[in-house]
């Protein structure tokens, strides 16, 4: 697999409406049916439906989740479906009193993509990460996802990084 690339999502003052009737929520500890059906629509969108469905946290796992100030997910609505969204990390700096945004997931479902809910979804993101006084969100895109690329090209600065994964010994001492 090529390795992913890095992009880093900036703003100036870009218009972020929905050409579909769409509502953008941010998911808290009282969300967690919207939290799963997200979790279903990331499955189906990424194509790994086991990944996200087969050993799903339980209620007090996705409570504290939710609940804590360094995960963020927000869901794209139309009126009871999850059509989209993001989960984020905010990262708190050690080099300066700040933080970033990392978006860990971005997916809207095959049906409703090309109406401007991923760039909606971004931009309510970004609402958040200003709030918060992060100075910048990022994303990766693996190579080959060329409308992911576009999407983030077209709000972002491009860096070309490598990314590794480093595995961590498994409880037991056993690698993972």
């Known amino acids: 697999m090529p390795p992913p690339l890095r992009l880093i999502v900036q703003f100036d003052g870009e218009d972020m409406s929905l050409s579909a009737p769409c509502k953008i929520r941010q998911l808290t500890s009282d969300d967690i049916a919207d939290m799963q059906k997200l979790l279903t629509t990331f499955g189906e969108a990424f194509d790994e439906v086991e990944t996200y469905g087969a050993a799903r946290p339980g209620k007090a796992y996705l409570e504290r989740l939710l609940g804590s100030d ?6 794209a609505l139309m009126d009871d479906a999850v059509v989209g969204g993001i989960a984020a990390y905010e990262l708190q700096k050690f080099e300066q009193e700040r933080s970033e ?10 049906a409703h993509r090309r109406k401007g809910i991923a ?9 958040i990460a200003a709030a918060r006084g992060a100075y910048v969100i990022y994303v990766q895109a693996d190579l080959v996802d060329a409308p992911a690329i576009a999407l983030y090209t077209k709000l972002g600065i491009r860096e070309d990084v490598l990314h590794f994964d480093i595995a961590v010994a498994a409880r037991g001492g056993a690698k993972a």
């Open 70 to 75: 360094y995960f963020i997910a927000l869901a």
């Open 101 to 110: 945004i990392y978006i860990y997931d971005l997916a809207v479902a095959a």
């Open 119 to 127: 760039t909606a979804l971004i931009g309510e993101l970004r609402k």
